[in-house]
């Protein structure tokens, strides 16, 4: 896809919205003299969240404000493709990939509800929003997932939801829960819903999980629904459009993770090249020793990688990718987290020595956020599963063009 002057003007203006607010974020969380640990000063995350949504970084639910659009899992992904998306979550990466996770996961929430409009009649402009998948750490498109499931019973004259969800993402405490659900099943084969309730609505249970090893600076939630009421209204997709919505919603969480993970790498591969500039042995620098040169080598081959990977679809508009074709490049980036950012990070980290296990560097915070990231939603050993048929129905495979 071609980009027009307009659209060049508008993502290098962006990108130094991003790069002021990282480096804004940067200096909130990690002041060398407020005398913090390895992952900063937590109680700043929410006034960067407020930050955030005032630049435009959040995907807003008010037609007209900065992030409606051009937020992070905005509008925009739909007609003109995630690419920028995927940028600015690599750049808030590179900074702290709890908060770029924090941030992601407000969008993915708010991208579950569909267009501007639909999120507007639903949900208030500074609402928190938090995505509820299932089941908890598997596979939402497995089906196999279905007994673990939140369910929606009843008709339109009375819908509810039950069931229970650990782990789910949020910028903050929610105000608003978009929840993946499933039909129970019974005489028909059970379909995926979308829908949605306020977290204080009657028989929700939300409770936090406290700080994970890693992403720190994000919230985890357990949600628990016990015949939760859920409006007529508020069910916004069943059947076929939600399972390509609930397709979308998980790859474009994969995609979001990946870039994060993209991002940490860099800075650790950045720090490590740093490092073997300054240190000095054996009456050189260490970045002159072939061990050395061979670790930073490697790291930067897994970032390209992982580059090339995420931008193999990053210009092409969702609504116009195949879902297969979108999967199969979710899955994918998804497993690059660990085969590539976290290779990455380890090398850099290898190169500081025994000095890289220290919180004064840094890179044990990283390395616990991309292992984080390549725990989200599903093992490698699933999504190998589910990329398989995929593959199968590739016609460069079924061909022999591989």
């Known amino acids: 896809m071609s980009a027009t002057l307009e659209d060049l003007d508008l993502a290098a203006a962006f990108a130094d919205v991003v790069d002021d607010y990282a480096g804004r974020a940067g200096d909130v969380l990690f002041d060398p003299h407020a005398g913090q ?3 900063g000063d937590l109680d700043a995350i929410p006034q960067l969240v407020d930050e955030a949504r005032t630049v435009g970084l959040v995907a807003d639910s008010t037609g007209g404000a900065p992030g409606t659009d051009y937020g992070i899992w905005g509008d925009h992904v ?10 600015t979550l690599a750049t808030l990466g590179r900074t702290c990939a709890g908060l770029a996770a924090a941030l ?18 639903l949900i208030g402009g500074g609402d928190t929003v938090a995505a509820v998948f299932v089941p ?3 596979v939402a498109l497995d089906p196999r997932a279905e007994t673990d499931a939140v369910h929606l019973h009843g008709t339109g004259d009375g819908f509810c939801l039950r069931g229970s969800s650990g782990f789910v993402w949020s910028s903050g405490e ?8 499933r039909t129970p099943p019974g005489d028909h084969p059970a379909e995926w819903v979308i829908t949605g309730v306020r977290a204080a609505a009657p028989g929700v249970g939300l409770a936090t999980n406290g700080h994970r090893i890693g992403l720190r600076a994000i919230g985890h939630h357990r949600v628990d629904f016990d015949d939760t009421p859920v409006a007529d209204e508020a069910v916004i997709a069943r059947g076929g459009d939600a399972l390509a919505s609930v397709t979308r919603l998980v790859a474009c969480d994969w995609l979001g993770c990946a870039a994060i993970a993209l991002g940490a790498a860099r800075r650790a591969h950045a720090q490590a090249t740093a490092y073997a500039g300054a240190r000095r042995q054996g009456g050189r620098t260490i970045a002159d020793h072939a061990a050395v040169r061979l670790l930073l080598a490697q790291a930067s081959h897994h970032i390209t990688t992982l580059e090339t990977v995420l931008g193999r679809h990053a210009t092409v508009p969702l609504d116009s990718l195949p879902h297969d074709d979108l999967l199969r490049w979710a899955i994918t980036a ?21 000095y890289g296990y220290m919180d004064d560097y840094g890179l044990s ?6 292992h984080a990231l390549g725990a989200r939603h599903g093992s490698r050993e699933q999504l190998l599963l589910l990329l398989h048929p995929l593959d199968a129905t590739d016609p460069m495979v079924t061909r022999g063009g591989r």
Do not use: F, M, N
Request: aromatic residues 2%; charged residues 30%; contains cysteine.
């Open 174 to 181: 929610p105000d608003w829960l978009t929840v993946v659900a």
């Open 136 to 138: 908890d750490y598997g």
């Open 365 to 370: 915070k990283r390395l616990r956020d991309v």
């Open 78 to 87: 739909l007609e003109e493709g995630c690419d920028l998306d995927l940028r």
């Open 334 to 354: 998804r497993l690059g987290v660990g085969e590539h950012a976290a290779a990455a990070v380890t090398d850099s980290l290898q190169v500081h020595g025994g």
């Open 104 to 121: 992601h996961a407000e969008g993915i929430g708010r991208l579950a509800l569909g267009d501007a409009v639909t999120r507007s009649t």
């Open 37 to 39: 640990g390895p992952d």
